[in-house]
C-alpha cells in the first residue's frame, strides 16, 4: 500500500564518539559540530570526553584528532535541527591516541534499494546494490519533494521530483 517517508538535510557537521552495541550505533556520547577546513582535538579528563572548539585546519577536509591517552572510536556526521547528538555518516573504529580522522565533505546523495542493511547498522564496505538515483545536495532548492515508485511488472524502483 501507500506510504510516505521524509527525510531532512542539513550541511551541519559533527564528530562524534559513538555508542555501538551489537554492530549498531544507538547513541553518542558526546560530540562537536564542526564546519569544514576544521579540526578539532577529543581529551578526556576524568573519565569525561571532550572535543576541543574547533580551530582552522586543512582546506577541504573535517579533521579530529584523538588525545586521550587510548585508542577510540570516532563517527562523522550531521546535526539536524532539534537533536542533541549527530546522525552519524562516516564511523572509525580503533583509532590510536594521537591519531587523526579526515573526512572530505563531498554533499552528494545516493539511494540505494536493498534489505541487506537496517537503518542504524555501520556499513563497513561498499554497498553491493547500485545506486537507483544520485544527487548534489548544493544544486537542490532548499526544500524539494520527491516520489519513489516501484513498477509492478519489473520490481525496480524510481525516483522522480514531484
Known amino acids: 500500500g501507500p506510504f510516505r517517508a521524509q527525510a531532512t538535510y542539513t550541511s551541519q557537521l559533527a564528530f562524534s564518539i559513538p555508542q555501538v552495541e551489537n554492530g549498531n550505533i544507538i547513541d553518542a556520547e558526546t560530540c562537536v559540530k ?3 577546513s576544521e579540526k578539532t582535538t ?3 579528563a576524568n573519565n569525561v570526553y571532550s572535543f576541543s572548539a574547533p580551530q582552522a585546519g586543512t582546506a577541504g577536509v573535517l579533521q ?3 588525545s586521550t591517552g587510548d585508542v577510540q572510536d570516532i563517527a562523522v556526521g550531521f546535526m539536524s535541527k532539534g537533536q542533541l ?4 555518516a562516516l564511523y572509525f573504529n580503533g583509532v590510536g591516541d594521537g591519531s587523526h580522522v579526515s573526512a572530505k565533505f563531498t554533499p552528494v546523495l545516493r539511494a540505494y534499494i536493498t534489505s541487506d542493511y537496517q537503518e542504524t547498522a555501520i556499513i563497513r564496505g561498499a554497498i553491493d546494490t547500485p545506486a537507483i538515483w544520485t544527487r548534489n545536495l548544493a544544486e537542490l532548492a532548499p526544500s524539494t519533494t520527491w516520489n519513489l515508485t516501484r513498477d509492478p ?3 525496480r524502483y524510481t525516483i522522480a521530483q514531484a
Open 153 to 155: 511488472a519489473t520490481g
Open 64 to 66: 579530529a584528532v584523538n
Open 85 to 88: 547528538m549527530p546522525t552519524p
Open 42 to 44: 577529543l581529551t578526556e
Open 34 to 36: 564542526i564546519n569544514d
